[in-house]
Nanobody
Framework: QVQLVESGGGLVQAGGSLRLSCEIS????????MGWFRQAPGKEREFVSA????????YHADSVKGRFTISRDNTKNTMYLQMNSLKPEDTAVYYC?????????????????WGQGTQVTVSS
């Protein structure tokens, strides 16, 4: 049983920063490509960022490129999303996900396991 648990969400003012964490348990963390998705109220869930199993390749959606940084620490079974220069439009529930294949994936259908989500609210 693979479990993903997000943490680090909260309320922040526009221009501020937050760091989300996602801890995985139950399987060998380093075997998975990991990703972050988000879902704003009234909108569909969308891809944010992904990192390959080694951490050597990362990919970010255009909407967050230059502001968000994804990383992982395989010794701690944990993935991170550093979010800087936050905007009100970044307000959403953020989900982490694990993909058993090893390439970068932006499609939700590629991901096999999901966390419960953590709320990020950015006030203007």
């Amino acid at each position: 049983q693979v479990q993903l648990v997000e943490s680090g969400g909260g309320l922040v003012q526009a221009g501020g920063s937050l760091r989300l964490s996602c801890e995985i348990s139950g399987r060998t963390f380093k075997d998975y490509t990991m990703g972050w998705f988000r879902q704003a109220p009234g909108k569909e869930r969308e891809f944010v960022s992904a990192v390959t199993w080694s951490g050597g390749i990362t990919y970010h959606a255009d909407s967050v490129k230059g502001r968000f940084t994804i990383s992982r620490d395989n010794t701690k079974n944990t993935m991170y999303l550093q979010m800087n220069s936050l905007k009100p439009e970044d307000t959403a529930v953020y989900y982490c996900a694990a993909d058993r294949t090893r390439g970068i994936a932006t499609a939700q259908a590629r991901y096999d396991y999901w966390g419960q989500g953590t709320q990020v609210t950015v006030s203007s």
